[in-house]
């Protein structure tokens, strides 16, 4: 493992959130080093963490799933369309691959295996939590590279470099780096209520913080301002940042705020949002639980809106 504190161990909020415990030595120094690599790659306690297509590849342990599979089982999987070197754990190589999608299909067949999209494996907890945030910086990763096979400089073929950290154009020489898109989503609070919203993809009666991405040349705070005033027509004062969460769907940092409206008049942009109103305290721990009078429920527990919500009832 790396110096880092455990996640356990650290008190910071974005440590509970989904996909959050990726604790690896990255091994940046690494990554344009393809002998290095292939040392690593055939180390016997070297891993790989696959998706075909979007959907992680999980294998059977005893009565629970990994999402680790070791260089043999690789090999039986299919043809590799993209490898990341994700880091090392305890000096072991830790990969990230990308098969075909119809291999996937495939693969259902097999009893030992498991593919089955992210968000559901996450929200099931069938592998460890140490485990998720490997698996969704592979998704994150290999989908970058599947969505950059051409240069945004001159439209020629880009080839991935040996560690899969950047692309290279083969004509103009061009290098493209991989992407995070920063996502506000705030709670926003006026007394002792807060404001929960739904949008019409979600699932019925599921309410949830506004988000929204940040533009450029804009803080984090005055995106926060100005998502929340076209969404729901409120001005918004007080920013506090709380947490983040890497979000590979497809690849966005969460950026958590909690945020104090200026008044309590809600006028809903009904083209982002079909509905969307205020929420007592005792309201909104009902919803967390399920028991809402209404139907009305939360994010689930790997959302760091869920985590945001979760805070604001505790202070």
Known sequence: MNPHLPITSRAELSAGTGFAANLFDRAAELRDSPEAQTVLRAGPL??????????PVLRRVGDGFTVWHDAEALDELGDVEHEILLGRDDGA????VRIAAVLG????????????????LAIQGLVPVAELGAVGETKAMTDWHARHRFCANCGQ????SPGG?????SACTAQHFPRTDPVTIMLVTHGDRCLLARQARFPPGMHS?????????????DAVRRE??????????????????PWPFPSSLMIGCLAEALH??????????????WFSRDEARLMLKGQHPEGLTAPVHIAIANTLLTHWLAN
């Open 46 to 55: 070297a891993r790989f963490a696959v998706v075909a297509g979007e959907r």
């Open 105 to 120: 299909d495939a693969l259902k067949a097999r009893p030992e295996l498991l593919v089955l999209d992210l968000r559901s």
């Open 264 to 277: 309590d008049d809600i006028t809903l942009d009904q083209t982002e949002l079909e509905a969307g109103r």
């Open 165 to 169: 950290w950047k692309r290279e154009c």
């Open 228 to 245: 929340t005033l076209e969404e729901t027509g409120l001005a918004v004062g007080k920013v506090t940042y709380l947490a983040s969460q």
């Open 157 to 160: 073929s880009t080839a991935a």
């Open 93 to 96: 190589g830790r990969f990230g």
């Open 209 to 221: 913080a506004i988000a929204g991405f940040v533009e450029p040349g804009e803080t984090i705070e």
